[in-house]
């Protein structure tokens, strides 16, 4: 007797508890939709204006950038009104984080959910490109799964991706570092080889990925969003750091020699497996240069350029035949890469 008054008097508090929960949802009700608008830089102001003047003026929302803002369909998000989706995830940000009930989310660059919206779209359009290559179903996964972004969270220029917590920090420093795609992506890069089995054992496996970061950044930029200087890396954060035109972060076309030009600085370094893959690209398109350069590089020991670079080949001759092989062989001999 006394169980059944006390089950129904937790039936009865439960269901109070249910109304309760049920305010406090319609308080900040989320759209339940996937899809929604976002404002972006397209891939960002000097690039896509092709104007090397730009400053960043302190995170000025100023009259020459306005029409480097670009309205874009934002997809695969999970309904709450947050930028939370299948793909790409923020989890922390400075200032308010990015919400709206009926995913719109249209801010200028001097509000900080500009740059949640930079990191949601670009990484969200970077991972579904990678599986319209037929990664996560005809072959295998890459780095498919919410990538945690925390934006803004760091005082210097400079951005990272981290293994251990599987996130990717952007920094603030100069131009907030998530106001260019390109720096966005190049982190995204990151992502990949961690979720490739990708093993940094070494200084010129440190340059590979800091390489195909570069690679990975104009590969996207240039399929989404197309520019008159593609080899020119991060156009846009570069106007802080570089003061001659343009201003490159780093650059596709640098002409660097394997191994000679080697110097043990990773950035400097990947400068020649970068080349080396955008020359693939041009050579045999993005679809089958992608596809071998992901397929190439699962489960890299961390040894040599000249390793991996054997690895794609083999890759490409067993998806494509010998045409294609010869043509990625060539690529790497032009870079000294190959013998
Ligand atoms: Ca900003
Ligand atoms: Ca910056
Ligand atoms: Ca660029
Ligand atoms: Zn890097």
């Known amino acids: ?11 009865g508090a439960l269901i109070a508890l249910g109304l309760l929960v049920t305010a406090a949802t319609a308080g900040k009700p989320g759209p339940g939709t996937s899809t929604g608008q976002g404002r972006v830089f397209f891939p960002n102001p000097v690039a896509s204006l092709q104007d090397q003047t730009l400053t960043d003026q302190k995170d000025a929302d100023y009259a020459a ?4 803002y670009r309205t874009v369909t934002l997809t695969n998000l999970d309904g709450s009104g947050n930028l939370h ?11 308010n984080p990015a919400y709206s009930p009926d995913n719109t989310f249209s801010y200028g660059r001097n509000d900080d959910r500009f740059e949640q919206v930079m990191g949601y779209y670009w990484i969200t359009e970077s991972q579904k490109y990678i599986q319209s290559l037929g990664f996560g179903s005809t072959r295998r996964a890459v780095n498919k799964e919410p990538q945690k972004l925390r934006i803004n969270q760091f005082g210097q220029d400079n951005s990272f991706a981290i293994d251990t917590k599987d996130e990717i920090r952007l920094g603030k420093g100069g131009v907030d570092d ?3 795609a390109e720096v966005i992506l190049h982190e995204y890069g990151h992502a990949i080889h961690f979720s490739q089995n990708f093993s940094f ?3 010129e496996a440190g340059a590979i990925s800091e390489g195909f970061g570069d690679y990975w950044a104009v590969n996207i930029t240039d ?7 593609p080899a020119c890396v991060a156009d846009w954060d570069a106007v802080s750091y570089t003061s001659t035109a343009p201003h490159c972060l780093r650059r596709l076309d640098a002409n660097l020699h394997y ?13 020649i497996w970068s080349q080396a893959l955008w020359a693939i690209r041009i050579k045999i398109g993005h679809v089958k240069a992608n596809t071998v350069i992901l397929e190439g590089q699962f489960d890299f020991p961390g040894t040599t350029m000249t390793a991996l670079a054997q ?10 035949g010998n045409g294609t092989a010869n043509s990625v062989r060539s690529a790497f001999q032009e870079r000294g890469i190959l013998p």
């Open 201 to 203: 054992a070494s200084a």
């Open 223 to 229: 399929l989404i969003a197309p520019t008159a200087d």
């Open 1 to 11: 007797m006394q169980t059944r008054s006390m089950l129904r008097a937790g039936a």
């Open 178 to 180: 998530a106001e260019d």
């Open 311 to 320: 690895s794609t080949v083999n890759a490409a001759q067993q998806i494509y």
């Open 259 to 271: 191994p000679e030009d080697l110097n043990g600085r990773v950035h400097h370094d990947g400068q």
């Open 65 to 68: 950038l306005q029409s480097a």
């Open 85 to 95: 989706g299948d793909w790409a995830t923020i989890v922390s940000e400075t200032g």
